[in-house]
């Protein structure tokens, strides 16, 4: 089992900037990667960026210059960083890990908060 807790997210001004911040825990050897997902109110959960072993990252056109996910693997956290946020960022934001093949198991976090409103 792996277990995900998020954190750091809140209230953002527009143009401001937030982070948040994913604890990773349990059997976590299987993991190959990591991500961050958000779900806006009436919408459909969409990918928001994805880091996986060996570094490669991909994000959502929507955020591209704009966040920056990163891993540290001595402190098994996930880090998302977002800079300039706009008021459709606001959503609530998920960590998610997935295992590599043939496991494919994915885990998710239970969500945090990001408001970018003035």
């Known amino acids: 089992q792996v277990q995900l807790v998020e954190s750091g997210g809140g209230l953002v001004q527009p143009g401001g900037s937030l982070s948040v911040s994913c604890v990773v825990s349990g059997s976590t050897l299987r993991i190959n990667a990591m991500g961050w997902y958000r779900q806006a109110s009436g919408k459909e959960r969409e990918l928001v960026a994805r880091?996986?072993?060996?570094?490669?990252?991909t994000y959502a056109e929507s955020v591209k210059g704009r966040f920056t996910i990163s891993r540290d693997n001595a402190k098994n956290t996930v880090l998302l960083q977002m800079n300039s946020v706009k008021p459709e960022d606001t959503a609530v934001y998920y960590c998610?890990?997935?295992?590599?093949?043939?496991?494919?198991?994915?885990?998710w976090g239970k969500g945090t908060l990001v408001t970018v409103s003035s």
């Open positions: 880091i996986i072993v060996g570094g490669t990252t």
């Open positions: 998610h890990a997935k295992e590599r093949q043939p496991y494919g198991r994915d885990y």
